[in-house]
């Protein structure tokens, strides 16, 4: 089932559970993502099995519940912290990759495969879309690492 729907049961089930999202929502995105594992608890009490970590879907389909239920608290609204953190991890870890490259090497990197994913980014930003933002981010990664990928196996094929 998705996260969405066993979310919405939930609610509709316990008012103490609607008071509780709603208190949440009330606070900042961040105090309802950093609660996640409280409403895992509650649906796992209801037989439904959403991973720890690795899955951002609870998350984002909290988030998205915020928006469409209670659009005017600051759980609705977009999370600049949150889009930046990610980011900034994502970017991390790709210079990490990019640390053993060269000067030359530095200037063959072809990234412009990255821009479509900068574009969704930016467009999921726009439209306040959580988990559009998280996959498009996701993707730009990808798309980075392939083009590393590429041209490590350039470099290593003797064809510069």
């Known amino acids: 089932m998705r996260a969405r729907t066993a979310l919405l049961e939930l609610l509709k089930g316990s008012g103490e559970w609607r ?95 990255q821009d479509v994913w900068e574009e969704r980014m930016r467009d999921a930003g726009l439209s306040n879309d959580p988990a559009a933002f998280r996959a498009a981010l996701g993707r730009w990664e990808q798309t980075g690492l392939e083009a590393l990928g590429d041209l490590r196996d350039t470099e290593e094929g003797g064809v510069a």
Do not use: H
């Open 19 to 113: 008071y509780f999202f709603r208190a949440c929502c009330e606070a900042s995105p961040f105090r309802l993502r950093s609660q996640a594992w409280q409403f895992r608890e509650g649906l796992a009490e209801l037989g439904y099995e959403y991973p720890d970590r690795g899955n951002p879907e609870l998350e984002d389909a909290l988030v998205g519940l915020a928006r469409e239920l209670l659009p005017y608290s600051l759980a609705a609204r977009w999370d600049e912290e949150w889009a930046s953190t990610l980011c900034k991890d994502i970017l991390a870890r790709f210079a990490e990759r990019c640390a053993g490259l060269t000067a030359a090497e530095m200037e063959t990197l072809d990234l412009s495969a």
